[in-house]
């Protein structure tokens, strides 16, 4: 336990949550003696079976859409990849549409489409990480096959004109399958899919105190996709293999959980947010915000703590207790800064850290960080 010790101030929830309580009450039972295949025909799979259904009901309310069109998959690294390489399948030489921000879920697996011949265009952001939908409108072309634009950034949190970039699409092109990466927008903002013009939606449970390794795949109604493993006929084929019974059940426990309060959750960690940020600007100088001040997660800050080296920082204020992550992908001495902060116009490291917050955040924590990081980032601006 020494590495836990200094007790923890967790505000690296953009990363991953603690699994609630009730979640792991909900799931235990699916480990012991609730432990059927959901596809055996006896009692005791049938009782896995409903419980498998009723957190596909769950998330599909959570979502709100009809739970029919919710695929359980390990994660949103599996959903993403299952909608690209559906579409990668589906055409030849396929082009796709996506946004600099994205998560290397998407710009991976684009970039694997390329060595098969596909091609990209990536659609920059303004200085707040905003994209427009007019550039994403001005880059399809016709051997266009997907657009990919994430809800909510994982390192700034910016949220984007979905629903408007969506719209559009639909007029404009509407063979094209539009994919988003909703992992850190999910339950913590409206996400337009009534409006049926979202094709495919990836959500991840341990974002939002689920367990890990679990996630879903939301796909319109009239969108089909080739299946990209063989095997039983799970999840409608498009994700065969035995379900993740105790992990379903802990997602759709969670995704419940969380859309329960969801706008007085949001409000209380805005308002623990904007404490945060106001009490380090109070009591340091020097200081500036990444990403976009209305458009944000209710949970992020990303503060740029200028004339430190963040692999330094990150390591005092972990010393003292406090987990967060760099906004840079940041390895021991390296000074590289993330895709995500060029994007937004960073040249250098700025000593940015990803300060994020959960529904269990309390204002004794914010309040313990800022202690914290008024005393780091002082010794960091002098090297130590
Ligand atoms: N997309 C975004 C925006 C994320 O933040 C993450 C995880 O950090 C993922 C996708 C991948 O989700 P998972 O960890 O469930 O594979």
């Known amino acids: 336990m020494s590495d836990l010790t200094p007790p923890l101030i967790y505000l690296d929830s953009g990363a991953t949550t603690r699994v609630d309580p009730r979640v792991v009450d909900a799931m235990l039972p699916y480990f012991t003696e609730s432990f059927g295949n959901p596809s055996s025909s006896h009692p005791l799979g049938l009782r896995s079976r409903?419980?498998?259904?009723?957190?596909?009901?769950?998330?599909?309310s959570a979502l709100g859409v009809d739970a029919s069109?919710?695929?359980f998959t390990s994660g949103g690294t599996e959903a993403l990849n299952l909608a690209l390489r559906g579409a990668i399948a589906a055409k030849a030489k396929p082009h796709f549409v996506v946004s600099a921000l994205e998560h290397p879920a998407v710009t991976d697996t684009v970039a694997w489409a390329e060595t098969l011949g596909g091609s990209s265009t990536v659609i920059g952001v303004d200085e707040s990480g905003v994209v427009s939908a007019d550039?994403?409108?001005?880059?399809?072309?016709?051997?266009?096959?997907?657009?990919?634009?994430?809800?909510?950034?994982?390192?700034?949190?910016?949220?984007?004109?979905?629903?408007?970039?969506?719209?559009?699409?639909?007029?404009?092109?509407?063979?094209?399958?539009?994919?988003?990466?909703?992992?850190q927008a999910f339950t913590k903002c409206p996400l337009p899919l009534r409006a049926e013009s979202i094709d495919a939606l990836a959500i991840s449970s341990h974002k939002i105190h689920g367990p890990k390794g679990v996630g879903a795949l939301y796909l319109r109604e009239a969108v089909t996709l080739p299946s990209m493993q063989t095997g039983g006929g799970q999840e409608g084929r498009i994700r065969p293999g035995t379900e993740n019974l105790t992990g379903i059940v802990g997602l759709g426990c969670a995704a419940e959980l969380a859309t329960s309060d969801a706008q007085g959750d949001a409000d209380r960690m805005r308002a623990l947010r904007d404490a945060l940020w106001s009490g380090l600007q109070e009591r340091l100088p020097e200081l500036s915000l990444n990403g976009c001040p209305e458009r944000r997660l209710a949970n992020n800050l990303s503060v740029n703590f200028h004339g430190c080296a963040t692999p330094l920082l990150k390591e005092l204020v972990a010393e003292s207790g406090l987990?967060?992550?760099?906004?840079?992908?940041?390895?021991?001495?390296?000074?590289?800064?993330?895709?995500v902060l060029r994007a937004i116009g960073l040249q250098r490291d700025e000593g940015t850290l990803r300060l994020t917050l959960c529904r269990h955040s309390t204002l004794d924590e914010v309040e313990r960080a800022i202690e914290i990081l008024a005393d780091a980032v002082p010794k960091a601006r002098r090297g130590h």
């Open 50 to 60: 409903r419980a498998v259904e009723h957190a596909r009901a769950q998330v599909g």
């Open 69 to 71: 069109r919710v695929t």
């Open 135 to 183: 550039d994403v409108l001005d880059a399809v072309r016709p051997d266009t096959a997907v657009v990919a634009i994430m809800m909510a950034n994982n390192e700034i949190g910016t949220i984007q004109p979905i629903e408007e970039i969506g719209r559009r699409l639909k007029i404009a092109a509407p063979d094209v399958l539009f994919v988003v990466d909703a992992v």
């Open 323 to 339: 987990a967060v992550s760099a906004g840079a992908a940041c390895h021991a001495a390296s000074t590289s800064i993330s895709a």
